[in-house]
């Protein structure tokens, strides 16, 4: 009986008890809650039900308690049902009953933990989206891992996930950027406010490969070409560097084909003609602080040229006019005005502001011997997502990206998350896998199986907390993917790493010596198992790896 499972018995007898009394079920809540108690001696389960919803039918709240853990107790599934204080209701389990959450994960397999809250809803996750005119770098980095877990989740709760890279190929960084390149290709500096590292010179050299005599071209031509050549090169790098961290994307969204095809002057004209768009100073505004937004924006500026945000205008409606439902932009901690600014763009579009969601990733730090690491050499600026890879591996990168709520700003300690220690948290789990798969070879040389195992015998206090740990593992990934918020999954990864080495240093799962197998090594090999599959199911999420061994 996982926690799911007990709240819908919970609310069933809860109506009944209110039902039989004549008093008003109706005040009972879709969906009762119930929590582990943080001092184990209370119970497996708590609720406040009681609390809730007893002077609302008409009774007192420890009366009405009382009457639950009397029908409760009747139940074969209970092995107990207290009240405490004013109301609260302590619930503990029956061997049995808890049991079955072993068999369930065991049955269930890779989708155990799997829902359906999104189910039929298609959501366009767009993340990363760096300028194509250096490395990706540690922001871009955790917006590489915490969005491909995201889209990870929410499938795995039913959504129809379009990962999106918008391609920026519009505007003046480009122009910089190629300039830079025709500096680096003729040996010169790089021009004021232009880019700088190995690999503008690396890409320039490749440009002058593939055309020889692009720097004797008219500056036009010879911007022009450095410019197409260099952002593919750039671009395919890019790429090439999110695929081999495990992130791949369906589509790539080029800002330049907005305005080539005239979608952000259609877009424009129809907010003009539906009046979200004023003219003030020769430029045109968006009427954004009617939508919530802490100002206007313009949109066209007085020269006549769009602003940045046309572009963002356009992009949300093509998106829309794809068929998506939910539209989530995982931008930087430099960008919370964008909020505002594409809500207002949705609402002026007639559309719901709740079809835009925008999460914010704060900043990233590397320190290393207590020092601040502040310089790539291969950007020459700036960290890059090679330079963690190359100094934790990719699982340990990904994972401390994960780990964190991107509300939160991080600062990894490299000797720390590239050590194989039990404080390494990604080692801790990973571990905790690797040593399930060797208890499981280990019972397959003696001749143990896990099968028809008799999990009423589970009785131990740390295999109890165990079980409740693993049944816990859906509700942490429907709340990851309602709150979008992977973290919570390493968090409880960790937990159940914890649960598992207490289990493992209290009951010992193998015969020894001569001892004849019993079912009560069934029966722990059978939760081992359980505790194996749930552990590479939340690392699968998290897009890292399960090793078999460490």
Known sequence: MTPADLAE????TAAKVLADRGLDASVLPAKLTVERPRNPEHGDYATNVALQVAKKAGAN?????????????????????????PGFLNIRLAA???????????????AFGSGSSMAGKKVNLEFVSANPTGPVHLGGTRWAAVGDALGRILTAHGAEVTREYYFNDHGAQIDRFSRSLIAAAKGEPAPENGYAGEYIAEIASQVLAREP????????????????????????????????FGVDFDVYFHENSLFDSGAVDASVEYLKTSGSLYEEDGAWWLRSTEY?????????KSDG?????????????????RGFDLCIYMLGADHHGYIGRLKAAAAAFGDDPGTVEVLIGQMVNLVRDGVAVKMSKRAG???????????????????????????????????????ASNENPVYYVQYAHARLASLARNAAELGISADNPDLSLLTHEQEGELIRTIGEYPRVVASAAELREPHRIARYLEELAGAYHRFYGACRVLPQGDEEPGAVNTARLALGNATRQVLANGLELLGVTAPERM
Not at 214 to 224: D, F, K, T, V
Not at 292 to 300: A, L, S, T, W
Not at 392 to 411: E, F, L, P, T
């Open 292 to 300: 919530g937004d802490d100002k206007d924006r313009v949109v066209i």
């Open 381 to 419: 600026t700036v960290i890059t997502l090679d330079d963690l890879v190359d100094a934790i591996g990719v699982d340990a990168s990904r994972y401390v990206m994960i780990r964190s709520s991107v509300d939160s700003s991080i600062d990894i300690d490299l000797a720390l998350w590239a050590s």
């Open 305 to 321: 040229n769009a602003a940045y945000i046309a572009g963002d205008i356009a992009y949300f409606q093509n998106k829309r006019q």
């Open 96 to 110: 049995a009953a808890q049991g079955e959450i072993v068999a369930r994960v065991l049955a269930d397999g890779p």
């Open 9 to 12: 018995l919970l609310h069933a």
């Open 213 to 244: 005599q692009a720097l004797e071209l008219a500056p036009q031509a010879q911007e022009e070409t450095f410019r197409s050549i260099g952002t593919e090169l750039m671009f395919d790098r890019i790429k090439a560097n999110l695929h081999d």
């Open 61 to 85: 709240p420890r009366d009405f308690a009382g009457w639950l853990a009397e029908a409760l107790a009747a139940d074969a599934a209970i092995a107990s049902a207290d009240v405490a204080g």
